[in-house]
């Protein structure tokens, strides 16, 4: 087909100079748009500050494995409004170094900024090997000779870069466990001597950073079990390796299982007051001036585990902990009981030590910590027995 | 004309393909049944630390109202019955792993597992429940009146709580909630006069009933039903043990083994 040889008229020109001039700053707003930084979704909102009678008070919140950010914010934000002061938060060295040398600071950034703007004090854990630095068929927990300068490099870089805000750091976690001792027989030499490598590292990249020796699970165990070690035999072989010069702070586990906070400490029991016999060991070497803080502990009050109590003996046990430690424990700097928010339902015995559902529905103890942080003073929970419950 | 013919026939072949596979798949023959039957027993996990429905007697073996009703219900297959004491939390693990045919140990619905159990159908109802005094007792759980006593930190508390936080007029602002250290002090709260009601789990009422406790037990305000359990894969022994549980919950050797272990008021 030819085109007709009259043809249309020719379109005038600039027939539709709006059309055109709108067609413009539509792209031109797209442009802007997209060629701007987006901003963040999850603002992170005034500085808060902690209301609370007990400057001691604290939570082991449990946001390792929470991915969304809003999640975070409000976890942080129940924690100050609960009236705890202080959080321990697990920072995995394979989170943050995924490779060898590659470095993801994003969601400790997120949890740290979150934390300072809530007007929290964060203790930070650091812990878990990543598959890099890891031998063949090895869990997270196992930490070679070999692997212990990239760790300890790891520590000094966590310092350095949130020097000024996170003031702890705990290095690793309950070593008298063959499960976190990557599933060898504990160690306290060898704890001494990663100590030694993390404690210069830490100070290496912030010097004002207490350094904490990891807390140790509460345990009596028997000397001939390959599976852990008594926390006490423990500590009294990490002294006699030397390792006095490589911690500030001793972190310490403080579970209550079926004993009162109150009930009289004991070598062959769990219970909250066990802290005291680690604290005596200090003291007997020459370690008195250094303080403690209770990392983990509580009690749990799941209907069947049979280390768990009643929810009104978790309640009052735990505000008896609390006000015990913030009134006698003068060498004890804060108490975090686990865990305040799970990131998903455990679906064990687990979920019965919150505070608050991964829903962030708060359980009837977080009305009561919250209740107790604004004057301290204990109800009828001061009448509670102090026997096993 | 040929490469058109062979087109039209691979069209055919793919759509049959995932009918195929469907069918194979559906096809497995489920043995759960045959293979507990030639055993010629039942194997129950349970945590036996929780009487009355299940703790291990002086002498050793698991007695409970649990045990009774495994023993039940193995009977109506024309089993016998074998116990493997498992912790709580790992009993769901031994279910999957095949250590257990079914779980029967005062075990909570569960509705996030039924892709991977079978349930079936409550046996008791460990909900809250109100309780007081024969006179007092509210003929529904939305007329809650008075002081209602609950124990501190507990569900009851929780839901009260809600309840009148909701401000929906599901719980009246008269109503006082008194927080005790125990259920059983909740009861003896009503008991004495210093509350008007209490709310606690239906096994708590249940126990102190059984033990002497003049309060009578009255309306739910939630449910927890136990039920056994058995691997979602194993349908054919999964139906077997729910049509056994249907035939044992009306009989009257379960009513007794209830009247045995929770009292009269809860046979």
């Known amino acids: 087909m030819s085109p007709s040889p009259s043809g249309p008229e020719p379109r005038p020109a600039r027939r539709y100079p709006r059309r055109r001039l709108f067609r413009a700053a539509a792209l031109g707003t797209a442009v802007a748009v997209l060629g701007t930084q987006p901003r963040p979704l999850v603002a992170l909102g005034p500085q808060q500050q902690v209301a609370t009678c007990n400057p001691k008070l604290g939570v082991h919140t449990r946001l390792t494995d929470e991915v969304e950010e809003w999640k975070v914010k409000r976890t942080l934000e129940m924690v100050r409004e609960m009236g705890a002061r202080w959080v321990v938060e697990y920072f995995p060295w394979a989170y943050c170094e995924p490779r060898r040398g590659v470095l993801d600071w994003s969601h400790a950034d997120t949890v740290i900024a979150h934390a300072a703007r809530q007007g929290l004090t964060v203790v930070a854990r650091l812990g878990f090997v990543p598959d890099w630095a890891l031998p063949a068929d090895a869990c997270s927990s196992y930490l070679t000779d070999d692997a212990v300068p990239a760790f300890a490099a790891f520590c000094e870089r966590f310092a350095r870069r949130y020097a000024g805000v996170v003031g702890h750091v705990v290095v690793w976690n309950e070593p008298n466990l063959a499960q976190e001792w990557g599933f060898r027989p504990p160690s306290p030499e060898g704890y001494a001597a990663l100590l030694a490598a993390a404690y210069p590292a830490i100070k290496a990249g912030s010097g004002d950073t207490t350094v904490l020796a990891g807390a140790l699970a509460p345990m009596p165990a028997p000397l001939d079990d390959p599976l852990a070690m008594d926390d006490l035999t423990y500590l009294e072989r990490l002294y006699a390796a030397g390792a006095t010069p490589h911690f500030d702070a001793l972190a310490a586990h403080a579970y209550g299982w079926v004993y009162a906070a109150a009930d009289e400490p004991d070598a062959a029991v769990v219970s909250f007051r066990r802290t005291e016999l680690l604290r005596r060991l200090m003291v007997e070497h020459g370690d008195g001036a250094k303080p403690c803080f209770v990392t983990e502990g509580g009690w749990n009050d799941h209907p069947r585990w049979t280390r768990a109590v009643s929810a009104a003996e978790r309640v009052t046990q735990s505000l008896l902990a609390y006000d015990l430690a913030w009134r006698q424990w003068d060498w004890c700097e804060s108490v975090a009981l686990w865990a305040f928010r799970f990131p998903w339902p455990q679906r064990s015995y687990q979920d019965y030590f919150s505070f608050v559902s991964p829903d962030f529905a708060a359980r009837p103890i977080y009305a009561a910590v919250q209740e107790y942080a604004q004057d301290c003073v204990l109800g009828q929970e001061s009448g509670a027995r102090s026997q096993e419950l | ?169 599901s719980l009246s602002s008269e109503v006082t909630v008194k927080q005790v250290l125990s259920e059983l002090d909740a009861i003896t709260a009503v008991e004495s006069g210093a509350a008007d009601l209490g709310v606690t789990t239906r096994l708590s009422a249940c126990l102190a009933v059984a033990a002497g406790s003049p309060v009578a037990i009255g309306p739910a305000l939630s449910r927890a039903p136990y039920v056994a359990a058995v691997r979602a894969d194993e349908p054919a022994l999964a139906e077997a043990v729910q049509s056994a549980m249907t035939d044992v919950l009306g009989s009257a050797e379960w009513s007794a083994s209830r009247q045995r272990w929770l009292g009269e008021a809860c046979r």
């Not at chain 2, 040929?2 to 194979?24: E, M, Y």
């Not at chain 2, 045990?67 to 693990?93: P, T």
């Not at chain 2, 095949?98 to 140990?105: E, F, L, N, R």
């Open chain 2, 1 to 169: 004309m040929t490469s058109l013919r062979s087109l039209r026939a691979l069209r055919w072949i793919l759509a049959a393909l995932p009918l195929v596979v469907a069918l194979v798949a559906c096809g497995r023959p489920d043995t759960s049944l045959a293979d507990v039957t030639r055993r010629g027993y039942l194997v129950v996990g349970m945590d036996a630390s929780f009487p009355p429905f299940e703790s291990i007697a002086a002498g050793g073996d698991p007695e409970g109202l649990d045990v009774d009703l495994a023993r039940l219900l193995a009977a109506r297959m024309g089993l016998g019955v074998e116990f493997r004491n498992i912790s709580f939390d790992g009993l769901y693990d031994a279910l999957a792993a095949g250590q257990v045919d079914a779980i029967i140990s005062a075990l909570p619905y569960d509705g996030l597992r039924t892709q991977a159990v079978r349930y079936s159908a409550g046996y008791f109802d460990d909900g809250l429940v109100v309780v007081g005094t024969a006179a007092g007792v509210p003929p529904s759980a939305e007329a809650l009146a008075g002081t209602i006593a609950v124990e501190m930190g507990s569900e009851a508390a929780a839901l009260l709580r809600q309840r009148r936080d909701t401000a929906d007029g």
